[in-house]
């Protein structure tokens, strides 16, 4: 593999590394069919958490920072096809934003549900990608000394911004509730909305990976190209580690367990909803040096199947959960709240693995069709 040829118009790496953020993600929605009788609050609740369901919560925390931040190198990555630009580039992040918000509202709500209209309109992952790639649409515009700047002023600015809330009743509350304090909204005709991921820090992690992408232009080595990634990842790392063990700015405080392991869980015990400067300092931090790593090394390929077709896995594998976990009543009856649950957690990782598994050979032919029908648009949204 040369991973300096851009006629592939699609990193290898960059495949892997979404394909194995994709896999973690399985993990945690079997949870979420599968394990809801123990289910984990957010903040995850150390006091009543066994430390295995603990630990299998936080690897699914890596997918979305991930996942956001390639799809914002990815756009990078688009605009330097031959013929392409920067105007090819903001129509086509238009046009699939708004595509994956209509199917965050409509096929994704009826996988989790098997309701219509369900008693709640959750807004998550897809939804928050797809109004930042809106968002990224109008950004990359601007000067990429301030693509940088913006992107860091959000991720680590953002926090500052925890105190301020509205009344449902006032005129800022619908838009706040969408750009970062998670609420519910009422629709009207009885239908609600949760604003399950505020959006501002995922726009400022898609616009942060759009900004990383000239470490992949065709004239930077890639010697170069890792160390950059290595470096900058340290960094993140570095400095989530300082501002957790001080206490400082970033997410709630901590405080030690009275075990090693227990502290250990505090201190990484970071919040998700919205991603606080802690959470995405740890995270991406992580997929920084991961995305080093996985460009050193042709193994993979599999992942990079599943990564190269993530709209298609994301819908089948959420059908799939729900088809398995009727499959499994009544099969097997409800064994906890008219529900089929499992028992052990690493039941969890085995079931998610044999989904992803089973999902190999169809994103492998959906892969195949879309580079063999490359004039096809709307295949290349998925």
Known sequence: ???????????????????????????????????????????????????????????????????VLLTGLSAWLRGQRPGAGRQDTAVYLAQRGAILIGLELTLVNFAWSFSLPPPMIYLQVIWAIGLSMLAL??????????QWGLALLIIAGHNALDGL???????????????????????????????????????????LG????????????????RAWLWGLGSVALLGFGVLRWLNGYGDHPWA???????????????????????????????????????????????LADIGGAPMFFYLLHLYLLHLLQWGM??????????????????????????????????????GRVKRNHRHVRWLHYF
């Open 256 to 302: 030690p367990g009275g075990a090693p392991l227990h502290t250990l869980m505090a201190f990484l015990n970071v919040t998700k909803y919205p991603p606080s400067l802690q959470f995405l300092l740890l995270t991406l931090g992580v997929g920084l040096v991961a995305l080093a790593l996985f460009e050193r090394s042709d193994r993979g390929q599999a």
């Open 210 to 225: 759009y900004a990383l992408g000239p470490l992949y232009a065709a004239q930077v080595a890639a010697r170069r190209r």
């Open 1 to 67: 593999m040369n991973p300096l040829d851009l006629s592939r118009q699609r990193w290898s790496s960059i495949d892997r590394l979404r394909g194995a953020v994709m896999a973690l993600m399985t993990v945690d929605h079997v949870r979420e069919f599968f394990f809801l009788h123990q289910q984990v609050a957010d903040p995850m609740d150390l006091a009543s958490t066994s430390p295995e369901l603990f630990f299998t919560r936080l690897c699914s925390h890596f997918c979305a920072p991930v996942f």
């Open 137 to 146: 649409a109008l950004l990359i515009w601007l000067p990429r000394p301030l």
């Open 165 to 207: 809330h509205f009344q449902p009743q006032a005129p800022g509350f619908l838009p706040w509730a969408i750009l970062h304090d998670r609420s519910v909204v009422a629709l009207g005709w009885g239908l609600k909305a949760r604003t399950s991921y505020p959006v501002l820090p995922w726009i400022g992690v898609m616009l």
């Open 329 to 366: 009543v009544l099969g097997f009856g409800p064994n906890h709240g008219g529900r089929f649950g499992l028992a052990e957690v690493w039941q969890i990782w085995v079931l998610a693995a044999a989904v992803v598994l089973s999902l190999y050979v169809p994103c492998r032919w959906f």
